[in-house]
């Protein structure tokens, strides 16, 4: 079992930067890729960023390469997303998820473990 809190969100004008954070606990967490995702209000969850265990390979969605950058501390057993340039349609609720097998996923059911989530709203 793992459990993920995300921690981070609020409020933020246009351009502004934030920096999310999920710490995971429960299993091995430096074993599996981990990912962010995030939920507007009436739309689907979709992808933004994705890494591997070992922290050597990212992947970020086509919307937000450029500006978002993942990482993770293993030793802490966080994985962050850093937000840059923010955008209005940036406002969402972002999840990180884990998953429990290799390869980096960028489909919501490719993941096993999902946070709560952390409100973030982008005021023009």
């Known amino acids: 079992q793992v459990q993920l809190v995300e921690s981070g969100g609020g409020l933020v004008q246009a351009g502004g930067s934030l920096r999310l954070s999920c710490a995971a606990s429960?299993?091995?967490?430096?074993?599996?890729?981990m990912g962010w995702f995030r939920q507007a209000p009436g739309k689907e969850r979709e992808f933004v960023a994705a890494i591997s265990g070992s922290g050597s390979i990212t992947y970020n969605a086509d919307s937000v390469r450029g500006r978002f950058t993942i990482s993770r501390d293993n030793a802490k057993n966080t994985v962050y997303l850093q937000m840059n340039s923010l955008k209005p349609e940036g406002t969402a609720v972002y999840y990180c998820?884990?998953?429990?097998?290799?390869?980096?996923?960028?489909?919501?059911?490719?993941?096993?473990?999902w946070g709560q989530g952390t409100q973030v709203t982008v005021s023009s």
């Open positions: 998820a884990a998953r429990t097998v290799y390869g980096l996923g960028r489909n919501v059911n490719e993941y096993d473990y």
């Open positions: 429960g299993r091995t967490f430096s074993s599996y890729p």
